[in-house]
């Protein structure tokens, strides 16, 4: 079982790091949120280990970045306690919240909690996708039509997201629209149809042909199969 430490003091990290060895675990570790993702992308981890207060990138901003690609398990190991930082986390994917000081033995039974649940459930999302000439890397956020990189702005990408999470199935407009501008903007379907279109121009998708996102009428959007 690997795990990945990703933690911003060294006695911590040192302490982790024994601890967890001892109990048979493999373990990497970074300091850095974006090599943490380089890490989670490269060693594909059963579990991380986060802290929140890191010197490139709040641990808030990793979870979202990491939950756009990967569902493995997610501790986060924080000195932050208040309610407020523990439901934005466990909102953006966290699986459990630990606070500092810490006993470990707790943490270790909460991983092995984590581990089980894996070990019973469904995998980590898929990382590449690769067909009919659209090419996304997840992980580095990188997209290219026919080998040509493709530039998109961060709405663009997110729509093409979620159409590669479910290929060949119809989004509606309003999960659409309630997951990239939320809930309170649902009925807002001439916002997804102007990003839609931008989507199109990008890819080079001529919406009277579709190559990529087909056009459901009246319903939503799917990525062609």
């Not at 990945?4 to 970074?30: M, N, P």
């Not at 380089?38 to 929140?52: H, N, T």
């Not at 810490?102 to 019973?120: D, N, P, S, T």
């Amino acid at each position: 079982m690997k795990i990945l430490l990703v933690e911003d003091e060294a006695q911590i990290r040192k302490f982790l790091r024994i601890s967890l060895e001892a109990q048979g675990y493999e373990v990497a570790e970074t300091r850095l949120a974006e090599e943490g993702l380089r890490l989670c992308a490269q060693l594909q981890p059963q579990l991380v280990i986060l802290d929140l207060g890191l010197p490139d990138l709040d641990g808030q901003e990793f979870i979202c970045q990491l939950r756009e690609w990967s569902q493995v398990p997610l501790i986060v190991l924080s000195v932050r306690a208040s309610e407020g930082d523990k439901v934005q986390a466990l909102d953006a994917g966290a699986n459990d919240f630990v606070t500092k000081p810490f006993a470990i033995g707790e943490l270790m039974a909460r991983i092995r909690v984590l581990l089980r649940q894996r070990a019973e459930g469904p995998g980590s999302a898929v990382q590449l996708y690769d067909r009919q000439g659209l090419r996304v890397d997840l992980p580095r956020r990188e997209v290219s039509v026919d080998g040509q990189p493709v530039h998109l702005s961060r709405k663009e990408y997110e729509l093409l997201r979620l159409l590669i999470g479910l290929p060949g199935q119809v989004l509606t407009h309003q999960q659409i629209l309630g997951r990239i501008w939320g809930e309170g903007h649902q009925q807002d379907v001439h916002y997804l149809r102007v990003l839609v279109g931008q989507l199109r121009q990008r890819l080079g998708d001529d919406p009277a042909h579709p190559r990529f996102i087909i056009t459901v009428q009246g319903v939503g959007y799917r990525l062609n199969q």
